[in-house]
């Protein structure tokens, strides 16, 4: 079974602040996806990525994949009350082409 | 809006009940999916149906039961339940499964209470 590890659990900033959440497995994911939820709604795809060493901006989120492919992070810059959600990071491995999702991270966004 | 709807979005029933929630998707999908999200645990996948064919039972106790009529609609039949069944019980469509990097669309949840 293929565990994903999402670091930190929770994490409270305050507008304006940057920072940066993490997605770690033991295993080479074939590719790897950012999720927002927010309270109410089912997640919503950020973005995807594929190639080790990739980089994808969206707006003020930074998505790195890293060279291994087991590891993933999301920086925010100048944080908005908006980007206030849960962040999940879902994998798929070679061979096993079911999203694995790991438990998230919680982030609130204070004015 | 995902073009993914959910119905009911709260449920409270007690577990002698039986009761379905119901899930549409308005995409053109093939692939339609159950997951249960509990609090401090990952998404769990239950069911994968594809061209409402059920492709996926992860070791789901038999007091879920899935249906899928057709490749827009799915429906979560139960029974039984126990109180530890509580969770937000989320479907999601996605075009095709098996290709890696797939995106998946969810419905907002059915938020479910069993006493």
């Known amino acids: 079974t293929q565990l994903l590890e999402q670091s930190p659990q929770f994490l409270s900033i305050q507008e304006g602040e940057n920072l940066t959440v993490y997605c770690n497995s033991s295993?080479?994911?074939?590719?790897l996806q950012w999720y927002r939820q927010e309270p109410g709604e089912g997640p919503v795809l950020l973005v995807t990525?594929?190639?080790?060493?990739e980089v994808k901006k969206l707006k003020r989120l930074t998505f790195q994949f890293g060279d291994a492919r087991k590891d993933s992070s999301l920086h925010i810059t100048a944080a908005q009350t908006g980007d206030t959600g849960l962040y999940l990071c879902?994998?798929?491995?070679?061979?096993?082409?079911?999203?694995?999702f790991g438990t998230g991270t919680r982030l609130t966004i204070i004015p | 809006e995902t073009g993914v709807t959910q119905t009911p979005r709260h449920l409270v029933m007690g577990m002698t009940n039986k009761k379905s929630l119901k899930c549409e998707q308005h995409?053109?999908?093939?692939?339609m999916y159950w997951y249960k999200q509990s609090a401090k645990k990952p998404l769990e996948l239950m069911f994968v149906?594809?061209?409402?064919?059920?492709?996926e039972n992860n070791s789901v106790p038999s007091r879920f039961s899935p249906e899928c009529p057709n490749s827009s609609h799915l429906f979560l039949h139960l029974h039984t339940l126990q109180p530890e069944d509580s969770a937000l019980y989320l479907c999601?469509?996605?075009?095709?499964?098996?290709?890696?990097?797939?995106?998946?669309?969810f419905g907002p949840g059915t938020r479910l209470t069993v006493t």
């Open positions: 990525v594929v190639t080790g060493g």
């Open positions: 149906y594809n061209f409402k064919e059920q492709t």
């Open positions: 879902a994998g798929a491995f070679a061979g096993n082409e079911k999203l694995t």
């Open positions: 995409l053109g999908h093939n692939a």
């Open positions: 295993s080479v994911f074939s590719s």
């Open positions: 999601a469509s996605s075009n095709i499964i098996g290709i890696s990097g797939e995106r998946q669309y």
